[in-house]
T-cell receptor, first 111, second 114 residues
Framework: NAGVTQTPKFRILKIGQSMTLQCTQD?????MYWYRQDPGMGLKLIYY???????DKGEVPNGYNVSRSTTEDFPLRLELAAPSQTSVYFC??????????FGSGTQLSVL | GENVEQHPSTLSVQEGDSAVIKCTYS??????FPWYKQELGKGPQLIID?????GEKKDQRIAVTLNKTAKHFSLHITETQPEDSAVYFC?????????????FGKGTRLSVIA
């Protein structure tokens, strides 16, 4: 099992550019999440999904969008990148037992 | 909503000593309390969890205790080794409230000095 796979691992964006962070899981989990982690800080929830077709905002959703068209995939979209979005982004998934499985992260710099 | 406080933010111990990290939560409906370990450059990984119907759980050198009355839970690592050096996060799940995601503490950076 690959678990939770995130791509890309690293990305540098210019201010105002857009990009999509990809996340896919092969564990047939209903729940999927996007977190951001600023240097030396904890995890902040951006968006989450409880199943295909259902998404909801977390603590810090501004500047991001998500979609969940399939159980496996949960992409995160940045429309107009800003320096404040420089961070490490983690995707995670869980089943009914609430145990979260995290991907290895995407390190994003907006310059 | 749920609020999780974690202490200390940094902790240094000598190899072989024990380490204790404490968390408090605010929502008495929370019923699931996991601990995650994040090594440098990696995503967090679940190391142990406990549900509200038990007071303690052990897995080799790590243990978690839960006091529901006081609304706090702790991670205990015995006989620490250099590979225990990492950031540890506690979390609480008010899942009784529906599909509410885990709420994480701010993390503890543990350094084990050889």
């Amino acid at each position: 099992n690959a678990g939770v796979t995130q791509t890309p691992k690293f990305r540098i964006l210019k201010i105002g550019q857009s990009m999509t962070l990809q996340c896919t899981q092969d564990m047939n989990h209903n729940y999927m999440y996007w977190y951001r982690q600023d240097p030396g800080m904890g995890l902040k929830l951006i968006y989450y999904s409880v199943g295909a077709g259902i998404t909801d905002k977390g603590e810090v959703p501004n500047g991001y969008n998500v979609s969940r068209s399939t159980t496996e995939d949960f992409p995160l979209r940045l429309e107009l990148a800003a320096p404040s979005q420089t961070s490490v982004y983690f995707c995670a998934s869980s089943g009914s037992n609430e145990k979260l499985f995290f991907g290895s992260g995407t390190q994003l710099s907006v310059l | 909503g749920e609020n999780v406080e974690q202490h200390p933010s940094t902790l240094s111990v000598q190899e072989g000593d024990s380490a204790v990290i404490k968390c408090t939560y605010s929502d008495s409906a929370s019923n699931y309390f996991p601990w995650y370990k994040q090594e440098l450059g990696k995503g967090p990984q679940l190391i142990i969890d406990i549900r509200s119907n038990v007071g303690e759980k052990k897995d080799q050198r790590i243990a978690v205790t839960l006091n529901k009355t006081a609304k706090h839970f702790s991670l205990h690592i015995t006989e620490t080794q250099p590979e225990d050096s990492a950031v540890y996060f506690c979390a609480a799940s008010p899942r009784n409230s529906g599909n509410t995601p885990l709420v994480f503490g701010k993390g503890t950076r543990l350094s084990v000095i050889a």
